[in-house]
């Protein structure tokens, strides 16, 4: 099979991308998707037979037009030094780059790990690691102005994002779901504390490089809700969490940015208000079945919410006629804007490439330009 050809349009990238996350007029929907599980890269022939081996790759051969990102070194620097502590039958135990502690399966197939413990437990272990891999001053902390010159010119005409990181996912990921509960309830001090140097760190970059540059949107991480809700104690959250999002949000309104997206799977509903209230307004990579149709936030948050991703991936793996009838109910939220359709998260190994490709194949009919 050939690479497939980009679609037509009339708009630059840059200027589409814009436009149609405003609620403007747009040529037709921006391109693109969120990669694959990585079974997809060992089974599918459409990849083996075209050497694909990364998202890299078969955004060039399916000529999507995901848009560029930059950001800063938030993250512990040096992490944990890897290793396996453990060889079992069927599985691995081993300490991870974060910390915890993990027993994984041997063969190497793609799953959530089965998590352990955490190397940070108390608020003496938390002050070791922020001294020695959490450093403000840190050589890796410092903006690449010679990258982001190039990345960032005023003539581009590609869209480009600025990483605003993660306040309370990583720290999810240091201690692990149960551990961070124990945490906000035995030493919330030293959860705080982890919050606000994180927050920190992010507020340095930002003020280093939003100046400098204009960004066409600002992006996030955090992953702290699963099917029935937020991981995470809400009261804490609105004390501790949300006030550093708004932090965040008022220095990016100053420059101009007024679209940020973060990646929060699960059911995201109780944390929306306070979301849209720090600034935080768009979905990425929207995933359906552990929340909702992305119609019924619309119709709920109106206008001030935008969401990326949002095509369910079991519709997929069902075949043609369900991928059709979802595609079809997706038709009037691309049209009112504020809205990209691509698969919900990762594609996963479960839907064939000839089912894939009448997916591609359909979006560009409903949604490029004839």
């Not at 747009?26 to 890269?41: L, S």
């Not at 993250?75 to 890897?82: D, G, H, R, V």
């Not at 029935?228 to 220095?251: A, E, Q, T, W």
Request: contains cysteine; charged residues 30%; glycine residues 8%.
């Amino acid at each position: 099979m050939e690479p497939r050809k980009p679609w037509k349009g009339t708009m630059t990238q840059r200027d589409r991308f814009n436009a149609q996350m405003h609620y403007r007029s747009f040529d037709r929907t921006v391109n693109m998707e969120f990669g694959y599980w990585r079974e997809n890269y060992l089974t599918w022939d459409i990849f083996l037979e075209n050497n694909i081996r990364n998202e890299g790759d078969a955004d060039r051969f399916f000529a999507f037009e995901p848009p560029a990102g930059v950001g800063g070194h938030y993250e512990m620097s040096p992490a944990f030094e890897e290793k396996i502590l453990e060889e079992r039958e069927n599985t691995i135990i081993k300490i991870e780059s974060t910390g915890l502690i993990t027993e994984i399966a041997k063969d190497g197939h793609s799953s959530i790990p089965h998590y352990l413990g955490s190397s940070i437990e108390t608020p003496e272990d938390w002050k070791a690691l922020k001294e020695r891999s959490f450093d403000r001053n840190a050589e890796c902390r410092k903006p690449n102005f010679g990258w982001l010159d190039r990345i960032c010119a005023d003539d581009r005409t590609y869209p480009v994002g600025i990483n605003c990181g993660s306040l309370i996912g990583r720290i999810r990921d240091m201690l692990t779901v149960e551990g961070l509960a124990y945490a906000i309830a035995d030493y919330p001090e030293m959860v705080e504390d982890m919050v606000e140097t994180r927050c920190q760190l992010i507020e340095d970059y930002l003020d280093a490089v939003l100046p400098r540059y204009h960004f066409d949107f600002a992006t996030g991480w955090e992953d702290i809700c699963c099917k029935n809700g937020p991981l995470v104690n809400m009261d804490f959250f609105k004390s501790v969490v949300f006030p550093c999002y708004k932090r965040i949000g008022n220095k990016l309104h100053k420059y101009g940015v007024d679209l940020w997206y973060t990646d929060c799977d699960g059911d995201v509903r109780p944390l929306l208000p306070y979301f849209l209230e720090a600034g935080i307004n768009c979905l990425f990579p929207y995933e359906v079945n552990s929340c909702a149709h992305p119609a019924e936030l619309f119709a709920e948050f109106g206008k001030d919410l935008r969401i990326m991703g949002g095509f369910d991936k079991m519709q997929l793996i069902k075949g043609k006629d369900a991928i059709k009838a979802y595609m079809k109910t997706l038709e009037p939220l691309v049209a009112r804007g504020g809205y990209i359709p691509f698969c919900d998260h990762r594609c996963p190994p479960d839907v064939t490439p000839e089912n894939y490709l009448y997916y591609l194949d359909l979006k560009e009919k409903t949604f490029g330009m004839e």
